[in-house]
């Protein structure tokens, strides 16, 4: 078994970045700005942020963040997605979800100018992938696929089995592994909490990418000898013994599961990691996004 070491890979990205941040300046160009919206005070969004924040800082990004309360309307929030739009010195920014309840989600994603979706959440940025069009790919699933691609993880023809279909995380992995691309060419399989049988499916899947939510779901019975394991899952169990009061926990058993793989991300130090380091490969990107599209 090989681990696919999310955190390693992507600390060795962000010195990829820094140096292309370095190159930007030694040229006399202006350093990538990266910009959040956090509304309200949602303890694991503001962890989220702040993560975003530093990692800015430790690339070399410029970063600003904005912090709205609860209960901001939908027209402030609106207004202040326009200002971002229309700021020539922000490459690209993210409001980080959820939102409260009183604000409609899907008007916010569509109000975002897709030159600077770095989330990659507009249906413009969504449409643009499926076509496989220079676009904006959302954070987790375009994490994995450089992972899968560092590391050589052989993926043509092979048969993919992605568990859940989030708009964020199982719909576009499904469609990217499909894609005729490198990493991609697999034939796949999307599965949810309708599938009958999903135990039977998983344990045909050469490549198994679980996204649903639920700890432990995933048993050694259900993985198939020599298989890729990909845990997207993260869920907060309380651990007393832990000073922040809890730990995360994966989709899949990996205790259980680890010694049946080829390679498996292990969690946390797998998905997340590359997530954060996507989210900043796409903000370096948002600077020549307005030539490509
Ligand atoms: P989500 O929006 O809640 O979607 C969960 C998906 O799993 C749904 O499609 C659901 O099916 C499916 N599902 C739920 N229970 C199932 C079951 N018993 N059998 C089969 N399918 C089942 O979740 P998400 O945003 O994709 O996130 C999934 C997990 O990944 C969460 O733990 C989240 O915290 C984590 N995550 C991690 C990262 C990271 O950076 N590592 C990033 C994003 C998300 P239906 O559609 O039929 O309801």
Redesign the pocket.
Known sequence: MQLLDGKATSEKIKVEIAEQVKLIQAAGGRVPHLAAILVGNDGASETYVNNKVLDCRQVGFESTLIRLPTEVSEEELLKRIDHLNRDKNIDGFIVQVPLPKHIDEARITLAIDPLKDVDGFSPASVGRMCLGMPTFVS??PH?IMELLRRYEVDTEGKHCVV?????????PMSILMSRNSKPGNATVTL?????PN?AEICRTADILIV????PN?VNESMVKEGAVVVD????RVTDTTRPSGFRLI??VEFEAVKDKCSFITP?PG???P???AALLLNTLKAQSMSKEL
Do not use: C, E, L, P
């Open positions: 954070a987790t994490g568990v859940g279909r989030s708009n964020i995380v199982g719909t599965v949810h909490s309708r599938t999903m996204a649903i939510g639920k779901f997207v899952g993260i869920t994966g989709d969690v797998g998905v997340g590359m997530t954060r």
